[in-house]
């Protein structure tokens, strides 16, 4: 729900104590430059193929924004500027977990650009793992890119004229972290949850008014089925219909039997119900992670790893999407 009110217009701001956490992780990257007796990908190395090729400090900032350039490859129509605000924060809330390596201002810009309403185009079609859909944003904060402003494109540092920003020069790791992850992905569900939730008792209604239209056989919400087959979504949207009609089963053993649609109706929207609470712990449990690469711990210690792979939300919003169908055909 917080997810959807930022798409739908809500400003989000930054923590105190996630501005701590943030510092304390960059601190940590500052120590690894400083040092200058380590390799950690993406802060003094290449990306990709070229991870074991040295980058000098001087060089450093140029390589976090040629990462950008390089990136912004993606493709196809740009997303909604609703879900381009719901994808900001997603990333933004992120990189407050503090193990991402970069500095509290860069998640104050993005909240500035939700706040101002300058909404970098984000393409719906790019790579793995959304880096591309993603390098935009980062192009934006640059003075590079291109954005909407009172909705109309603008480019280069018009947005952030209209936002009242600088460019930024992004530090050693921080265009990394802002283009990995899964935020596209966990923004899109995220949102697609918080809808759903209302139309999940929407449809309910409408099978009730269904049932006490054309229905004849109540049996089929009757309570004792559901202690016999315990599944939580199946029982409660049983006990909406039977809270909207006169459905009660009676105590004999006469009965009829009504159509598939009228009968099924707990099984096919009560799975909605259990699938959507299976996709909202996904979900919640992704907000409040880290899902960039490498990351940077308080201590020093650096992990190569693979945190951004969306394969734990994409499965669960696959699963979702099929049962949403069934409901509405």
């Given at each position: ?33 400083e ?11 290449g ?5 074991d ?6 060089e450093m900032?140029?390589h976090q ?21 719901a994808?900001?924060?997603v ?12 500095r509290?201002t ?16 984000i ?31 603008r ?5 952030l ?8 020069r ?5 265009s ?5 992850g899964t ?8 949102v697609a ?13 409408a ?11 109540p ?5 004792r089925l ?19 009609t ?8 006469d ?10 109706l ?12 299976m ?23 650096a992990?190569s ?25």
């Amino acid at each position: 729900e917080d997810v959807r009110a930022v798409a739908d217009g809500e400003s989000i701001r930054l923590a105190d104590d996630a501005r701590t956490r943030m510092q304390q992780s960059r601190d940590a990257v500052t120590d690894i430059i400083e040092r200058d007796d380590s390799s950690v990908y993406g802060v003094n190395t290449g990306f990709g193929g070229l991870k074991d090729i040295s980058v000098g400090r001087e060089e450093m900032e140029q390589h976090q924004q040629n990462l950008l350039r390089s990136h912004h490859t993606a493709t196809g129509q740009p997303v909604s500027p609703r879900l381009t605000r719901a994808i900001i924060a997603v990333r933004a809330n992120a990189l407050t977990v503090g193990v991402s390596g970069v500095r509290p201002t860069l998640v104050d810009r993005l909240c500035t650009l939700l706040d101002e309403d300058v909404l970098p185009i984000i393409p719906s079609q790019g790579s793995g793992d959304t880096a591309c859909e993603l390098a935009n944003v980062g192009l934006v904060l640059a003075g590079e890119g291109e954005a909407l402003v009172d909705g109309e494109p603008r480019f280069g540092t018009d947005p952030l004229d209209a936002a009242g920003l600088d460019p930024l020069r992004f530090g050693p790791k921080e265009s990394i972290a802002l283009v990995s992850g899964t935020a596209v992905t966990t923004a899109r569900t995220a949102v697609a949850i918080a809808d759903l939730r209302s139309l999940v008792n929407a449809v309910d209604v409408a099978g009730a008014w269904t049932f006490e239209l054309v229905g004849q056989e109540p049996g089929a919400f009757d309570d004792r089925l559901f202690d016999v087959r315990p599944v939580a979504g199946h029982a409660t949207t049983a006990g909406r219909v039977r809270a909207l009609t006169s459905a009660t089963p009676s105590t004999g053993a006469d009965m009829t039997q009504d159509p598939l649609s009228i009968r099924c109706l707990p099984q096919v929207n009560g799975a909605l119900r259990e699938h959507l609470a299976m996709a909202t712990e996904a979900v919640e449990t992704e907000l409040a992670s880290v899902t960039d690469n490498p990351l940077v711990f308080p201590d020093g210690t650096a992990r190569s790893c693979g945190t951004f792979n969306a394969q734990y939300v994409a499965g669960v919003a696959d699963l979702l999407a099929l049962t949403t169908r069934k409901v509405g055909a």
